[in-house]
């Protein structure tokens, strides 16, 4: 059983679509059962946010995953269609049609569990299986959706659930590279990655692969293929760290340009200070990324943390709540920031990739904002205006010349 995933672009308009089902009949041609995942139509998902965003600055967000959910229902149906007019038997499921049960966390919820008994049936008939990704349903019904990109979620997922002998990703690029391709022209394709590299990857920015779809690969080894929907080549396999990946200092550069930097200026520093802030923000499932506290002589601190930028109008009107009680002297947000992150589990056993890549910024007068490491990775906040810049020198000297300057 082989579970395909085909991202918004490999979907973007009916010719495409068409495309796809081809590739899918081969596959089912082939002697596999095939379930298959769509995203929405490449745009429609910012296009159903923007509509939400005319009525309502921070949308209800029931109503808004009743919303986003429904661009994914479009696919399944067109491709669906179009496989049946191929001759392929072929069935659309949206996720509650399948039970894609999730939390109640809307806008980022978690799938908990999959009943697969439809889908066997269905495959059992001889199917094709087409399901919505990106979304499920709560315990109380209620529609979901698991956060941008994460209709690779669903499709690792429903792999796992499914025991499916492998999970194909297809995108608009040919695999996992050294860094975003669209950035850096001297990006290579790796032809294999660890799960691990990958998870930091992926938390770092590098979309390809949503991060929880790579959490998810890694906790039930699920064999994961990123590949082009057009070229029909080989890609990038998700796999155990191996020996020889060591020998790398740095297996990749990632981008993020989606966080927003908060700043609380001037807080009293006492015990319980940074639970008071944080409190609140966790409770309204924000997730915050890199934070930095640093104490002046004259007893305040300046606290400064980055969160999504989807979430930071949110997240500025719990923290202005919260302000007058710790006696910021005032809060500030910047969205005009960029992360980026050099990764590889070289670095375990190497040092100095730290310095090597402040003095590279150093070098082009790249001021670094936010700075955050942890055992493969180490990431820094700078002006989003010099991010793909910081992206190509950095790949240069840590990739291209692994560090030899
Ligand atoms: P899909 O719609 O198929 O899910 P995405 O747009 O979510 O596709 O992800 C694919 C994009 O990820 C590529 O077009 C590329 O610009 C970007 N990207 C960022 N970093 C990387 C990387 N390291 N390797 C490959 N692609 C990357
Ligand atoms: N359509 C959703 C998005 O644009 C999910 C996905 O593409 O994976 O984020
Ligand atoms: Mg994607």
């Given at each position: ?219 039930y080894s699920v064999p994961v293929h990123v590949r082009s929907t057009f ?175």
């Amino acid at each position: 059983m082989l579970v395909q995933k085909y991202g918004g672009t490999s979907v973007a308009t009916i010719e495409r679509i068409k495309q796809v089902a081809a590739k899918v009949c081969a596959a089912k041609r082939a002697g596999n059962d095939v379930v298959v995942v769509v995203s929405a139509m490449a745009g429609e998902t910012n296009r159903l946010i923007a509509l939400a965003n005319q009525i309502s600055e921070i949308p209800d967000e029931r109503e808004k995953d009743v919303l986003l959910a429904s661009g994914e229902q479009v696919s399944v149906a067109l491709l669906s269609l179009a496989l049946k007019e191929l001759g392929q038997p072929a069935r659309s499921y949206l996720g509650h049609q399948v039970r894609i049960e999730t939390d109640n966390a809307y806008g980022k919820a978690h799938i908990r569990n999959i009943d697969s008994r439809k889908v066997v049936e269905s495959l059992n008939k001889g199917e094709v299986v087409v399901v919505a990704g990106f979304q499920g349903v709560d315990e109380d019904d209620n529609i979901t959706t698991l956060g941008r990109g994460g209709s690779d979620t669903s499709a690792v997922a429903l792999a796992a659930f499914l025991n499916a002998a492998a999970c194909e990703i297809y995108t608009d690029v040919e695999g996992v590279f050294t860094t975003d391709p669209g950035i850096c022209p001297n990006a290579r394709k790796l032809a294999r990655i660890s799960y691990d590299e990958m998870i930091e990857m992926a938390s770092t920015g590098a979309k390809v692969l949503e991060i929880r779809s790579v959490v998810f690969a890694k906790k039930y080894s699920v064999p994961v293929h990123v590949r082009s929907t057009f070229s029909g080549l080989e890609g990038t396999w998700l796999v155990d760290e191996e020996a020889s990946m060591n020998d790398l200092l740095v297996s990749g550069v990632a981008c993020d340009k989606n966080e927003a930097k908060i700043t609380l200026q001037r807080v009293p520093d006492r015990p319980g200070l940074a639970a008071q802030i944080f409190g609140p923000i966790a409770e309204a499932h924000i997730v915050v990324d890199m934070i930095i506290q640093n104490a002046s002589e004259d007893g305040t601190t300046d606290l400064t943390f980055t969160v999504p930028k989807a979430d930071h109008k949110k997240a500025l009107a719990i923290v202005e709540k919260t302000a007058p009680a710790v006696e910021a002297k005032g809060v500030k947000v910047d969205t005009d920031i960029a992360k980026i992150s050099v990764v590889g589990v070289g670095m375990r056993t190497h040092a100095g990739v730290a310095a090597k890549m402040f003095e590279v910024l150093a070098r082009e007068g790249i001021n670094i904002e936010m700075i955050s490491t942890s055992e493969i990775k180490i990431s820094v906040v700078i002006e989003a205006k010099h991010a793909d810049l910081a992206v190509r020198v950095l790949h240069d000297v840590f990739v291209e010349k692994q560090g030899n300057v």
